[in-house]
């Protein structure tokens, strides 16, 4: 077999099984194919020899017949997860040299089913960003170009680096995160598929949290089957994380019948945005369309209180984001500043925070303070959760009136030039997060499956909401709109 880094999760675990090749071979591919991507910036550390030695026990596993749901297929993991003794450093300069103690619960449940880890993945500072570049390692870069334009695009935020890798076959499949859209924003501008599970159904014990009230993990892989394997593999209840549901985890895979016959699919009128790009409509229209023709039933919806959705997010995340990021003190974890003969502990603070943080982590701590604070607290903080709170409600009710799931965009846009989006307007970045913040603020499952190109040939994404804890039938009508959808499209390697 040639081009083993192109293989998916399960046709390489078909071929691992029928002993056609064994995960010393995989591993090897995908660490050449990673050697060769360094303009990609998308491992940020790479850890071959953690990589070799879990491949030559995984080979001996399967050999012993012994072979759990990952066993012997190379991925990489966010830099957000807490690796042990491997850097973490969440892409951020306050974290360096920072090498965990513990792994993550979800990066120790995929080893533990024999998952062999590649490495560390690029990624927006502390989460926070939508084009990757908020990095310290610098951006990650899209394997997609425009046409014959060299003009470099984003590879989407904050899972860009796992979002390229994947892409790219430099791993299998990769874990990211999702906090407002970074699994199912990446994941489109990639041309790959992204889920972002029901808020609790993977623990967030070890991984570095951003806002703990939204923030949650998922796989990102090059199929729907793919990612209900390794999803079932992430989740699941831990004792270390009193938010993680205690549910039994279904066979995920075994769900994918891509029979979605009766099924009612909701359109939610409030997703037509105004200025919304013709191509972006007409991939709704036909992704509508195809799910009709599969035969689910089209249904119009209204989720009154979506245009809230962003500015509440956008007060809910960074107020959680400044109390989480308070512990980064100079004192217990990574860089500590120089300091200067009579400086105090407010100084080291201050100077600490001031080199180790990045501006858009500054920017998110500032506002976040402030809506917080004793005078604004209910004008802001307050408000919001209780947007939220009708947020969550609208949903709820469009499913108590039968809909099984709900189908948008996944992304105003195709992905965009680096560099395009300045600092000076971050607004205009968030605006990025319109259709997927809905998702996290109502705790929702949402996954993202790649369905067309647009004029330049750069992929689309769309975005399927799914009832809480029923990833199994969301992930069957997202394997039934791949299949109708039929998106085989890849990026011409340049790199
Ligand atoms: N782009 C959003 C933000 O910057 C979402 C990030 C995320 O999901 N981690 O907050």
Redesign the pocket.
């Given at each position: 077999m040639s081009d083993l880094n192109k293989l998916g999760l399960a046709e390489a675990r078909d071929a691992l099984r029928a002993g056609d090749v064994t995960s010393v071979e995989l591993t090897e591919a995908c660490l050449k194919a990673i050697d060769e991507a360094d303009a990609l910036n998308a491992f940020v550390h790479k850890t071959p020899e953690i990589a070799m030695e879990r491949a030559k026990a995984a080979d001996e596993r399967i050999k012993g017949g012994d072979a759990p749901s990952m066993c012997g297929l190379p991925i990489g993991i966010k830099d957000l997860f807490c690796t042990k003794g491997v850097p973490s450093q969440a892409a951020s300069g306050i974290l360096e040299g920072f090498k965990p103690e513990y792994e993550s619960t979800v990066s120790q449940q995929l080893a533990d089913a024999g998952a062999v880890m590649l490495g560390k993945l690029n990624m927006?500072e502390f989460?926070?960003?939508?084009s990757n570049e908020t990095s310290v390692y610098g951006n990650a870069v899209s394997p997609w170009r425009c046409g014959n334009d060299d003009a470099q695009l984003t590879p989407g935020?904050?899972s860009g680096g796992s979002a390229a890798a994947v892409a790219a076959d430099l791993c299998l499949a990769a874990t990211g995160?999702?906090?407002?859209?970074?699994i199912r924003?990446p994941a489109a501008f990639v041309g790959i598929t992204g889920i972002k599970p029901t808020y609790g159904r993977c623990s967030r014990w070890g991984i570095v949290a951003?806002a703990s009230s939204l923030d949650q993990a998922g796989p990102m892989t090059k199929n729907v089957r793919d990612a209900a394997i390794m999803l079932e593999t992430m989740c699941g209840h831990d004792a270390k994380d009193s938010t993680s549901a205690d549910l039994a985890v279904p066979n995920f895979e075994a769900m994918l019948t891509g029979d979605i016959k009766g099924k009612k699919i909701g359109i939610p009128k409030e997703y037509r945005m105004d200025g919304m790009p013709a191509e972006i409509e007409k991939l709704w229209a036909d992704g509508a369309a195809m799910l009709k023709d599969a035969g689910a039933e089209i249904v119009d919806i209204s989720l009154p209180h979506t245009k809230y959705a962003l500015p509440a997010y956008y007060v809910i995340?960074p107020a959680e984001a400044s109390s989480n990021l308070a512990r980064y003190d100079g004192v217990r974890y990574g860089h500590r500043a120089q300091l200067a003969q009579g400086d105090g502990i407010t100084e080291m603070y201050e100077k600490t925070r001031a080199e180790g943080f990045g501006h858009e982590v500054q920017r998110r701590v500032m506002v976040g303070t402030y809506v917080l604070s004793a005078g604004f607290y209910d004008a802001y903080y307050n408000r919001a959760r209780k947007v939220r709170t009708l947020i969550k409600k609208d949903f709820e009710d469009v499913f108590a009136a039968g809909v099984d799931a709900i189908l948008t965009p996944a992304t105003p846009s195709a992905a965009f030039g680096l560099g395009e989006m300045t600092e000076a307007d971050p607004v205009q970045m968030?605006l990025?997060?319109v259709f997927t913040v809905t998702v996290n603020l109502a705790g929702l499952p949402g996954i993202s499956v790649p369905a067309g190109l647009d004029t330049q040939g750069l992929p689309l994404g769309l975005q399927l909401i799914g009832r809480p804890w029923e990833e199994g039938d969301l992930l069957n009508t997202a394997y039934a709109l791949e299949n109708a959808a039929g998106f085989v499209a890849k990026p011409g390697k340049w790199w």
């Open positions: 927006d989460a926070m960003g939508s935020g904050s995160t999702d906090t407002g859209g970074s924003q951003f995340a968030y990025n997060d």
